[in-house]
């Protein structure tokens, strides 16, 4: 068969005990809100206060720009879905989901490297940062995340779009991914999972050890210099040392561990698709004394303002 006959796709889901359910729903429900306001209030920031607009907090914001996709793609479905009995999606929108988690992934890998680069030439060529690293870079690494992102989820499409899906249509999960949406096709597909493998595994394991390596270069270039420095140093990579870790962490594990489903998988997928959205904001701003006071202004000035259309409106009256 040459054309697809399954219109939808039914998740399994994550469990089928109603306390576990309903403590799925309040902590999800907790973690998105709270990832899809600190992501926004991180944006908004960058973008209102003008002490704040220099590469490194360009780049910050537009990692905060890409959780809130991260955050919306899959986690407010898999929140409606808790106590639906039927849990579906139609076939244009897995692929749909599909198609922007694989652009939002590969976005945030190379924001990633290019916030490592930003920290390299800051620490160790601190007297040429705003030379290497001007707005036009910045405009570069932000154009080339998405024209990356977009390739990488398109070629991965290429692979499955026009496989016949005919059979079954039942996803041991609360969300489409490749792995899993290619075996339900009604062909063989080994050599294709294991082109998509190698493309993302290739992609997210590549990334994570150039990331690595930079940071370890980062250390060693400051020890020669001075001691103080070193600690300086650690202190600044400690925070993208983490967000580095829990966003590969899962991604990697997905796409180059072998294919045997487990419990592992689902509860990674949870923590990749809330949790981690909602620690980025909070590692970035409790860590930054300068992004705490910025946010601390434009709180000033909203109430500022809040304060004048008050006394506007009362004189109006």
């Known amino acids: 068969m040459n054309q697809s006959v399954v219109s939808e796709f039914v998740f399994l889901g994550l469990t089928n005990s109603w306390n576990i359910q309903l403590f799925l729903f309040v902590f999800s429900s907790i973690f998105y809100v709270a990832s899809m306001m600190g992501n926004s209030l991180i944006v908004f920031t960058v973008v209102s206060d003008s002490h704040l607009h220099s590469p490194m907090y360009f780049l910050l914001a537009n990692l905060s720009f890409i959780d809130l996709g991260i955050s919306s793609v899959t986690s407010p479905k898999m929140i409606c879905d808790l106590f639906r009995k039927h849990k579906v999606i139609s076939f244009r929108g897995c692929v749909t989901q599909i198609f922007f988690i694989h652009v939002i992934g590969g976005v945030e890998m190379v924001l990633l490297i290019a916030m490592a680069f930003d920290r390299y030439v800051a620490i160790c060529k601190p007297l040429h940062y705003l030379t290497i690293m001007s707005p036009r870079v910045c405009i570069l690494f932000s154009v080339a995340s998405w024209v990356v992102g977009f390739m990488h989820s398109l070629v991965q499409l290429a692979f499955v779009v026009n496989l016949p899906f005919c059979g079954p249509n039942v996803l041991d999960s609360f969300y489409c991914d490749f792995p899993r949406f290619i075996k339900l096709a009604c062909t063989d597909t080994y050599k294709l999972e294991l082109l998509v493998s190698i ?3 290739f992609m997210s394991v590549g990334s994570f050890f150039i990331l690595i390596i930079s940071y370890i270069v980062i250390i060693f270039t400051v020890q020669k210099h001075s001691s103080s420095g070193s600690s300086k140093a650690l202190s600044t990579l400690s925070a993208h040392v983490t967000v580095v870790v829990l966003f590969f962490g899962p991604v990697m594990f997905f796409y180059t561990w072998p294919s045997s489903y487990t ?8 923590f990749d698709a809330i949790v981690t959205p909602f620690l980025n904001p909070v590692i970035y701003t409790l860590r930054n004394q300068e992004m705490k006071i910025a946010m601390m202004r434009v709180f000033s000035k909203l109430m500022g ?6 006394h506007l409106n009362f004189e109006q009256t």
């Open 199 to 201: 493309n993302s595994g």
């Open 305 to 310: 303002c809040r304060q004048i259309f008050k």
């Open 263 to 270: 419990h592992l998988d689902k509860f990674l997928a949870i």
